[in-house]
């Protein structure tokens, strides 16, 4: 007779992949990254207190960090965008 329960212990399961914040991250360092939301949006709340200060100081001069930042996220690939920033915690390029 044969067993009619699937058993479902042996069976793989697809990875489940973690969120990558790439592309949101990118967008808003680019758009308006002397806000710091992109910090804010990776967990780098620090840093971005630190971006919007420079930016008030600056007179906005300084909203040219975060712009380097989104285009250094956006090329970088999902993993290695991963690895770094979400993983690791690299606050600043």
């Known amino acids: 007779m044969e067993n009619s329960k699937t058993e479902y ?8 992949q973690p969120e ?5 991250a990118g967008i808003l360092a680019i758009l308006v990254g ?9 967990g780098y709340t620090t840093e971005g207190i630190i971006q919007i200060v420079l930016s008030i100081i600056t007179c906005g001069i300084a909203g040219i960090v975060p ?16 690895n770094t920033y979400q993983l690791n915690k690299r606050g600043w390029f």
């Open 34 to 42: 002397y806000l710091g939301i992109h910090k804010f949006i990776l």
């Open 20 to 24: 990558n914040k790439k592309v949101v």
């Open 9 to 16: 212990w042996n069976t793989p399961q697809p990875n489940a």
């Open 67 to 82: 712009f380097i930042e989104g285009i250094i996220y956006l090329t970088k690939t999902d993993e290695e965008f991963y």
